[in-house]
């Protein structure tokens, strides 16, 4: 998956407390940081499946041929963890629809990315949908804290626009 033109994706992992009682019960002989490239990946996350909390916090660090690396759970890719904020940055991809004015062809691209069986909660606070362009819409969806936001643009009703999610 090419995640060259990524949009980034910010969500809870565990409360703030939580992340205190997972250093306790941190397995013995298991490190509490480990590095990809320039990310740190603080416990309870591992690179090791053995040493992470739970099989969602399990990463990998991939190297490609050129040395660059890239941390990925299953979903995408990891930009940056925070155990004191209880978030991580997730890259995902962005969706797009094309008309091509030439051929009378549109071409599709839609995104989607599904945490549902990931122990992540989508963070209504620091998540935003941006359209660009007319007669087109985006939309965000959480069942586990209630995300619902959309936002269509018609070509003589708005601009481009960006919305965040309610409070």
């Keep these: 998956m090419d ?3 990524g949009l980034l994706l910010i969500i ?11 250093a306790a ?5 298991c490190p509490t940081m480990a590095r990809c490239g ?23 660090c991939s190297t490609a041929a050129d ?9 995408s890719e990891v930009t940056k963890i925070s155990v004191e904020d209880g978030k991580a940055w997730f890259k995902t991809p962005i969706s797009r629809q094309c ?11 839609n995104a989607w990315v599904n945490y549902t069986t990931e122990p992540y909660v989508l963070s209504a606070d ?20 209630s995300i619902r936001l959309s936002v269509l643009c018609l070509c003589t009703t708005c601009p481009n626009q960006t919305r965040s999610a309610p409070s």
């Excluded at 809870?12 to 997972?22: G, I």
């Excluded at 090791?48 to 969602?56: K, L, S, V, Y």
């Excluded at 008309?99 to 009378?104: L, Q």
């Design 67 to 75: 040395g660059a690396t890239t941390l990925l759970d299953k979903n």
């Design 12 to 22: 809870s992992c565990l409360p703030a407390a939580a992340w205190v009682l997972a």
């Design 126 to 145: 620091d998540n935003k949908i941006i359209v660009l362009g007319c007669n087109s819409m985006a939309y965000m969806l959480s069942d586990s804290v």
């Design 99 to 109: 008309y091509d004015s030439t051929s009378g062809d549109m071409f599709y691209n």
């Design 38 to 60: 320039a990310i740190d990946v603080p416990y309870p996350f591992s690179l090791d499946p053995q040493c992470a909390i739970h099989a969602g916090f399990w990463l990998n």
């Design 3 to 5: 995640w060259s033109s």
């Design 25 to 29: 019960a941190r397995s013995p002989g």
